[in-house]
């Protein structure tokens, strides 16, 4: 099925650094969200985004939904050891209740 | 419960056996869903309910797939004659049922890790 594009697979960053992550799609999401998931862990929402052109921050992570509706990015700034673990995007088409396409996510390590 | 709960957490089973898999919903919610992940990848939608019935059921790979939801509340996930391709992490995820898209999130479970050996 449809999977929205993320890459790389991995990035390792040191503490403290900024991180920036994208996602794109071909076609058009009316809703992005990303979430974070811990190992034996379900994802966990960080951000969601329903409007094009939509910059939203939550603490250190700041999330914007693209003007064609077919791309989101979210930054994470001054990262720290917690903020290890994998970030999927996810957008959801027209209509509350519709299921989540999803991205194969990005795996982030933090050295200390 | 405070969150969605699934149960078991872990299930290991022999090629060509039936299981069922257990979701809880958040307390309220009216939407569920299951999703199924392997290994390194993202989340495949499997089907959808609205109270007790399902809507889209489009993600479910094959007949082998079925699920039901009974009293608005719990599900069962069935995968009969399992094959070593089911091996996966099966969540599930509810949401209210909401008037405006921010109200529409979707809260998961830590999910079934399925083994087929």
């Known amino acids: 099925g449809q999977q929205l594009n993320q890459s790389p697979q991995s990035m390792f960053i040191q503490e403290g650094e900024d991180v920036s992550m994208n996602c794109t799609s071909s076609s058009i999401f009316n809703t992005w969200l990303w979430y974070k998931q811990d190992p034996g862990e379900g994802p966990v929402l960080l951000i969601a985004?329903?409007?094009?052109?939509e910059l939203t921050s939550n603490g250190r992570l700041t999330a914007q939904f693209g003007i064609t509706r077919k791309d989101s990015f979210l930054n994470i700034s001054a990262s720290i050891p917690s903020d290890v673990g994998i970030y999927f995007c996810?957008?959801?088409?027209?209509?509350?209740?519709?299921?989540?396409?999803f991205g194969k996510g990005i795996t982030l390590s933090v050295r200390p | 419960g405070a969150g969605v709960s699934q149960s078991p957490s872990n299930k290991v089973t022999e090629k060509g056996k039936d299981v069922e898999l257990r979701c809880d919903p958040i307390?309220?919610?009216?939407?569920l869903y299951w999703y199924r992940q392997r290994l390194g990848q993202g989340l495949e939608f499997l089907i959808y309910f609205q109270g007790n019935s399902a809507p889209d059921k489009s993600g479910l790979p094959s007949d082998r797939f079925s699920a039901e939801r009974t009293g608005e509340s719990v599900s069962t996930l069935t995968i009969q004659r399992t094959q070593q391709e089911d091996s996966a992490v099966y969540l599930c995820?509810?949401?209210?049922?909401?008037?405006?898209?921010?109200?529409?999130?979707?809260?998961f479970g830590a999910g079934t890790r399925l083994s087929v050996l």
């Open positions: 996810a957008g959801q088409k027209s209509g509350a209740n519709s299921k989540l396409t």
């Open positions: 307390s309220g919610h009216t939407a």
């Open positions: 995820a509810s949401s209210s049922r909401a008037k405006t898209l921010a109200k529409n999130i979707q809260y």
């Open positions: 985004l329903y409007k094009a052109g």
